[in-house]
């Protein structure tokens, strides 16, 4: 009886713990995005289960089930495009060819750029090429000699236009020639480029890495250690690179077990902010703001027209906010990751743009003046590696690279030359100039009654579809066609660089149009009304469910 009494009293003062984190699981759970991009363990359990299969000839063309006559034109115009690949981009292609066999990154993206029931006949027969042999301007020339309008923004290195970093780069090299590769010691230059960094950043110090990817893992490392908290927060959709713990689900093949993916912009993420004891910092990738909760768009994915994307910098502003205030009173770092979008918003980057200050801020891409780096700027309290009064317990890192003098003789010149008058003009109603070029071209294809509309961040703009369709992705090969240079995502991404003048986008404006014309004359939007974003996706289930369980 005795016995009994002392189980009950336990399980009585057991009860309200149990109780508080039952309550605490809820919020969390409330807090993330209804999304597989939301719950990174069951996106990954699904893309495994997910079977491979790929449409024949016939199916290609009507997976709509369009008449036969649409299909036909499909077929006749998909053909016709492949002779123009073939002849055009011979050269190209051809190299391209013979070196994917030993690069794996190019056999990647050569196998997603389009859904992948599709690829293959893609593959075979729209052959473009992955080398261009000189950049001036606002343009590329591939090896064919073909000249392209450059919308790839080379990953977002690309601000200022190609023959601004070619210039850093011969410069800053010249500057730092007389020291060559010396490395652990550092070049003169270094100096200047922390103070710059520090007076942009608004921060204390600055550490050097090698590419975005490794700066973000630092300054997620560094909140670790001085904050004695395990969880990092990211918010869903948002990349940060490729390290495993800000990239949790499908491409991770190990599970990230101390990330909290929340959902963007929602009270929901703010209470599980303010409810745990276990976070040490926020990650902010600010081009979320033109997709919240959704992941970086890209063809390979466009498997119907539900993509949406639209900027609303207000609203985007007020929810920074918010969040600086949190993390503020619950002592959790807030990490701006502006790798991306570093100097393209802004002189400031977007702490300038948005009007709110980080505890630390990445920077990477641009800043190196066409050469590779990765740059933390923080807190001084939050930069620190070591604690004066243990000396064991330290926050290592290193890299052999960081600080490399030709890196640091490039990047000086970018920060010099952003401060000219030449370059501040470009920053002069910066997104007054860039929205009034997407609305005049959203215009233009409303008025042909074309079924698409961009949306835009300053100058990185995507494409989103207004009409059901499963083949929206056909579009990036018309836009090659016309002399348009897209990265391996296709319409999902476009990076203007801000030396694009109001001649050199009517210019982009009139292929981009000439293509979705010629796309739309020859079929692949056709839709009778009976074709919806809901039964392409029930149709793609159906399929993918009897080719896992029947085989077929």
């Known amino acids: 009886m005795e016995d009994a009494l002392v189980l009950a009293g336990l399980g009585a003062l057991a009860l309200p713990g149990l ?16 999304s597989l991009a939301g719950h990174a363990k069951m996106s990954r359990r699904v893309a495994k289960l997910l079977p491979f299969y790929e449409y024949d000839e016939a199916a290609f063309f009507r997976s709509d089930d369009a008449p036969a006559e649409v299909a036909a034109k499909r077929k006749e115009a998909f053909f016709r495009l492949a002779e123009l690949y073939r002849t055009r981009f011979a050269a190209s292609a051809a190299m391209s060819a013979e070196t994917q066999e030993g690069v794996s990154d190019m056999q990647f993206t050569g196998a997603y750029r389009v859904p992948f029931q599709y690829s293959r006949l893609v593959r075979q ?69 922390v103070q710059r960094l520090k007076a942009i950043s608004g921060l204390d110090e600055v550490s050097f890495h090698m590419s975005g990817t490794e700066a973000v893992m630092q300054a ?30 499908v491409g991770n093949p190990v599970a990230a077990n101390q990330t909290y993916t929340l959902k963007d912009m929602h009270d929901d993420a703010l209470r599980v902010l303010r409810r745990r004891k276990d976070i ?17 768009p890209g063809d390979s994915s466009l498997v119907d027209s539900s993509r949406k994307a639209g900027f609303d910098r207000a609203a985007y502003t007020a929810w920074l906010k918010q969040l600086r205030q949190v993390c503020t009173e619950r002592g959790i770092v807030l990490i701006f990751d502006e790798v991306f979008v570093g100097f393209r918003l802004a002189p400031g980057g977007a702490q300038e743009y948005f009007g709110v200050q980080a505890d630390m801020v990445t920077y990477g891409k641009t800043l190196g003046g066409g050469m590779p780096i990765g740059v933390v700027c923080g807190l001084r309290e939050l930069m620190k590696r070591f604690r004066d009064d243990r000396p064991a317990d330290i926050c290592f890192a290193r890299g052999t690279f960081n600080s490399h003098p030709y890196v640091m003789g490039a990047m000086a010149e970018f920060l010099e030359r952003i401060e000219t008058p030449e370059v501040q003009a470009l920053y002069a109603g910066l997104d007054d100039t860039w929205n009034a070029r997407a609305e005049r071209l959203n215009l233009r294809l409303k008025a042909e009654g074309l079924p698409l509309q961009v949306a835009n961040v300053s100058s990185i703009w995507t494409v989103f579809y207004t009409r059901p369709s499963r083949y929206n992705w056909m579009l990036q090969y018309y836009l090659r066609a016309e002399g348009l240079a897209l990265s391996w995502v296709g319409t999902g991404r476009f990076i203007f660089s801000l030396n694009y003048t109001d001649t050199d986008f009517e210019a982009v404006a009139e292929r981009f149009v000439a293509a979705a014309r010629q796309m739309e004359a020859d079929g692949w939007w056709w839709n009778d009304g009976s074709v919806t974003n809901k039964g392409i996706r029930r149709r793609i289930l159906k399929e993918m469910l009897s080719h896992r369980f029947l085989g077929k």
């Open 19 to 34: 109780v508080m984190k039952a309550k605490r699981r809820l919020e969390l759970s409330k807090g993330k995005h209804p």
């Open 125 to 193: 027969h729209l052959k473009g090429g992955s080398f261009v042999k000189a950049s001036s301007g606002v343009t590329v020339t591939d090896l064919d000699g073909n000249v392209f309008y450059d919308l790839t923004g080379s990953y977002g290195v690309n601000v200022f236009g190609y023959d601004f970093y070619k210039d850093c780069m011969a410069r800053g090299a010249a500057r730092v020639e007389a020291l060559g590769p010396v490395l652990g010691a550092y070049h003169p230059l270094l100096a200047y480029n």
């Open 220 to 249: 997620v490392r560094l909140a670790r250690y001085h904050t004695g908290r395990t969880h990092l927060v990211r918010f869903c959709g948002a990349y940060h690179g490729w390290w495993g713990d800000v990239q949790p689900g």
């Open 280 to 296: 040490a910092c926020v990650l902010i990738n600010p081009l979320q703001a033109l997709h919240p909760n959704g992941a970086a």
